[in-house]
């Protein structure tokens, strides 16, 4: 009997926050896959979230670079996808964790589908996205009503989306952070902007008003939240 893959979300860094049905997963999954985009041992704040769940079980690195080189990168994806693809046909089930929801900016997707074309069961397990969870650490709303909501990676051409009618998420932040505060100024949108860092791990940093006080950097999982006035 072959095996199964599920692309397991596993929220944005709390670990209260894993659902019922991933925490089954992980306790009943022969094979834990976890993404290792440095090359040193896995994505440690995903490992972190589910550790309780996983002690002792196996663990495949899968290297996930973040590099202009796409040739590297892709040859790293189907190296992950093969490496899981025979797991699956030794019948093991294997659960590939990742940050937030698989089908928000993951780098999972892109085994996921080199799984399925090489014959593979694979599954995608839903988290509760980082945005989200920024929005409650913020006690507000993402949308309300007619409202529209746009998520945007923020390093990548967000300008454009600023002047958009709707709420708006500028996601994986980074060294674009100080770029976008500036250009919110601009625009006087800082009075209905804040940012959460981090969201739910222990160096988790808020912003409420980015008026009053503003970070002089941001990380990657750095998410600001830009409300329509």
């Keep these: 009997m072959k095996g199964i893959l599920y692309g397991l979300g596993v929220g944005p860094g709390d670990p209260e926050l894993l659902t019922l049905k991933a925490v089954r ?14 090359g040193t041992g896995g994505e440690k704040t995903a490992l972190r979230i589910v550790e309780q769940y996983i002690q002792g079980k196996p663990q495949l690195l899968c290297p996930t670079p973040m590099l202009r080189d796409r040739s590297v990168v ?12 025979a797991l699956l046909d030794e019948g093991k089930t294997v659960a590939f964790i990742t940050l937030g929801d698989p089908t928000v900016y993951s780098t999972y997707m892109y ?6 074309e090489k014959g593979g069961d694979a599954r995608l397990v839903p988290g509760v996205p980082s945005f989200c969870a920024v ?22 051409d967000a300008e454009r989306f600023l002047d958009a009618p709707g709420n708006k998420v500028f996601m ?3 060294r674009a952070v100080p770029e976008l505060i500036a250009r919110l100024e ?8 804040a940012m959460v860092a ?16 503003r ?14 006035a």
Excluded at 25 to 38: F, G, N, W
Excluded at 111 to 116: N, P
Excluded at 187 to 193: E, K, Q, T
Excluded at 215 to 228: D, H, N, R
Aim: hydrophobic fraction near 35%; glycine fraction near 8%; include cysteine.
């Design 135 to 156: 929005a409650a650490r913020l006690n507000t709303s993402l949308c309300e009503g007619k409202e529209s909501l746009t998520i945007i990676p923020a390093s990548h």
């Design 186 to 193: 601009e625009r006087d949108m800082l009075s209905h902007a």
């Design 25 to 38: 997963i992980l306790k009943e999954a022969d094979v834990i896959a976890v993404p290792d985009p440095t």
């Design 198 to 213: 981090n969201c739910g791990m222990d160096n988790e940093q808020v912003w409420p008003d980015l008026r009053a006080e």
């Design 215 to 228: 970070p002089a950097g941001g990380g990657y999982f750095s998410i600001v939240l830009v409300k329509e």
């Design 74 to 85: 892709e040859r790293c994806y189907d190296q992950s996808a093969g490496e899981i693809k």
């Design 172 to 174: 994986k932040g980074g």
């Design 111 to 116: 085994i996921h589908r080199r799984v399925l």
